[in-house]
């Protein structure tokens, strides 16, 4: 089987985010973890020191102050490009 699958996220490069959305960011990525590790406890998953998917184990299953920069990172790339995304659709976000 050929996989062509090719992506085409929204184009985002132009999307300037201001401060008080660049705030977001920390809460965002916190909340994209926590959404990330409920799903996989719920598909059985449980904390291990190595990722094992047999056996159904993940050294990521723990709260996100203890993952490592670059975990944090990725979380924070996803909470950012989401709200780029948000902005690039023409939508606008305002604090009540």
């Given at each position: 089987?050929?996989?062509?699958y090719q992506p085409d996220p929204v184009?985002?490069?132009?999307?300037a985010l201001p401060d008080e959305i660049?705030?977001?960011?920390?809460?965002?990525?916190?909340?994209?973890?926590?959404?990330?590790?409920?799903?996989?406890?719920?598909?059985?998953?449980?904390?291990?020191?190595?990722?094992?998917?047999?056996?159904?184990?993940?050294?990521?299953?723990?709260?996100?102050?203890?993952?490592?920069?670059?975990?944090?990172?990725?979380?924070?790339?996803?909470?950012?490009?989401?709200?780029?995304?948000?902005?690039?659709?023409?939508?606008?976000?305002?604090?009540?």
């Amino acid at each position: 089987m050929t996989v062509t699958y090719q992506p085409d996220p929204v184009d985002t490069t132009r999307v300037a985010l201001p401060d008080e959305i660049l705030a977001l960011t920390e809460p965002l990525a916190q909340n994209v973890h926590a959404v990330w590790a409920r799903q996989r406890q719920r598909d059985g998953w449980v904390w291990g020191p190595a990722r094992d998917d047999a056996a159904k184990r993940h050294p990521s299953l723990v709260e996100y102050d203890a993952l490592s920069e670059g975990e944090k990172e990725y979380d924070r790339q996803v909470a950012l490009e989401t709200l780029r995304t948000v902005l690039a659709l023409g939508f606008r976000i305002v604090k009540p």
